[in-house]
């Protein structure tokens, strides 16, 4: 065998083996807390509401960011977020420009999230409390996670975390008006879809 069949044969070998060590890195930090950012591709807030006692019109706003922070040995974990009002979306521009009108978006056009008292079944969060600020007054909403994973990413060599939180929010009760003649009920569904990649740990 020549030099250079030699030098292409290791090379080779680091190639394959690069990937497994990040991997395996990946693995073992799960184990201990670590930061994950959202991917705006893969995260939103869905609405469902139901409309003249028929059927389910459901919308989503298509603009979340933020980070969250995950200690799954022991039992913790928080977010900050930050929604974007008018990115509110149902497919039908009418309806969008009346909730946009109801939200005020003019007047506030970002609503910021905390993320808290998550609690666990082993190391899987299980629910968790979503808090904000509307009209000058707190307000939580208790999410159910329906479900949620984390596995080490083969293409970007870090950890993906991602589920679904679910809860109940009572327009009237955020002092929300909209329009009758719409058919929306005042309760409507809440669901939370995040997926999030690991971030470097600060040194």
Do not use: K
Request: glycine share 8%; proline share 5%.
């Amino acid at each position: 065998m020549t030099r250079r069949a030699a030098a292409a044969g290791i090379a080779r070998r680091v190639r394959t083996l690069l990937p497994l060590a990040g991997l395996l890195a990946a693995a073992t930090a799960a184990a201990e807390p670590a930061t994950y950012a959202l991917t705006p591709t893969h995260s939103f807030v869905h609405l469902a509401w139901p409309h003249d006692g028929l059927s389910t019109l459901r919308g989503r706003f298509d603009r979340l960011r933020g980070t969250f922070t995950l200690d799954r040995a022991a039992g913790r974990g928080s977010g900050r977020f930050v929604l974007r009002l008018d990115s509110l979306n149902t497919g039908r521009p009418a309806l969008d420009a009346a909730l946009r009108r109801a939200l005020d978006t003019e007047r506030q056009a970002e609503l910021p999230l905390q993320l808290a008292a998550l609690r666990f079944d082993g190391d899987r969060p299980t629910t968790a409390e979503l808090s904000f600020s509307w009209q000058a007054r707190a307000r939580t909403v208790v999410l159910q996670v329906e479900r949620f994973n984390c596995y080490p990413s083969p293409l970007l060599l870090r950890e993906i975390c991602g589920g679904d939180l679910v809860g109940t929010l009572d327009l009237d009760a955020l002092g929300v008006q909209l329009d009758p003649a719409w058919g929306l009920a005042a309760r409507l569904q809440l669901q939370v879809q995040i997926e999030a990649v690991q971030q470097a740990a600060e040194p």
